[in-house]
């Protein structure tokens, strides 16, 4: 017996089933456990593409705006499939964020756990926007690369997706360094150029810094 309180509970425990069945969720984990390397599951981007990672922030950081009874239902089902994944980990960090965490925090972090994106290179806004951001030179953004990578590897994130940088390319730079042994980092998976939308803040520096990829 499931754990769905009201009707829409019921109905987003409905589709969360439908979901992991129609995705083979168990069989997933089956195949995780004989994997050489521990990797994110097939179905993950389609998990992350519902916004179940973010049912329970708000809106203005990129969530749903529900709450965590709603998050259960999600997760008691990902329970019932033997589901494979880091999902209860990345909810419990941004649920803890939410609560107790700063509104610079907030806004850093919340987004990219809810739609599993990271930029692993670069610093934090210094206050300075975007100047700040065009002041460091290629060479500064690979060493903040390196240390983050490090960082982020001992916080138990095995892989990430890293949609870019304000200086094109250091992301692959990083990527194959990290699979050449040369410094300890997660498995990246990386877009290269600046993924943004049109009039986003990748596509307000790419003169003479950076390549962006628009949607």
């Known amino acids: 017996m499931g754990i769905a309180l009201t009707d829409d509970h019921r109905e987003l425990a409905?589709?969360?089933?439908?979901?992991?069945?129609?995705?083979?969720?168990?069989a997933a984990a089956r195949s995780l456990l004989d994997a050489p390397e521990e990797g994110l599951p097939p179905f993950w981007q389609g998990?992350?593409?519902?916004?179940?990672?973010?049912?329970?922030i708000d809106e203005e950081h990129g969530g749903s705006g529900y709450g965590l009874p709603e998050l259960v239902v999600v997760i008691d089902e990902l329970g019932r499939a033997v589901a494979p994944g880091p999902f209860v980990p990345t909810v419990i960090a941004s649920a803890v964020i939410a609560k107790d965490g700063s509104a610079e925090q907030k806004?850093?972090?919340?987004?990219?756990l809810i739609d599993c994106h990271s930029h692993l290179v670069g610093e934090p806004d210094d206050g300075q926007g975007y100047?700040?951001?065009?002041?460091?030179?290629?060479a500064q953004e690979a060493l903040s690369g390196a240390r983050n990578a490090r960082d982020t590897l001992r916080a138990g994130f095995t892989t990430v997706r890293d949609?870019?940088?304000?200086?094109?390319?250091?992301?692959?730079a990083l990527r194959d360094a990290i699979n050449a042994g040369w410094l300890p980092g997660p498995r990246m998976r990386v877009?290269?150029?600046?993924?943004?939308?049109?009039?986003?803040?990748?596509?307000?520096?790419?003169?003479?810094?950076?390549?962006?990829?628009?949607?």
């Open 14 to 26: 409905e589709v969360a089933r439908g979901f992991l069945t129609s995705h083979k969720a168990r």
């Open 47 to 56: 998990l992350v593409e519902l916004g179940w990672l973010g049912l329970h």
């Open 107 to 112: 806004s850093r972090l919340l987004p990219g």
């Open 131 to 138: 100047a700040g951001m065009l002041a460091r030179t290629g």
């Open 163 to 172: 949609v870019g940088t304000f200086r094109a390319f250091v992301d692959v």
């Open 191 to 215: 877009a290269g150029a600046y993924v943004t939308c049109s009039g986003g803040g990748g596509g307000r520096v790419t003169s003479g810094c950076s390549t962006s990829n628009h949607w």
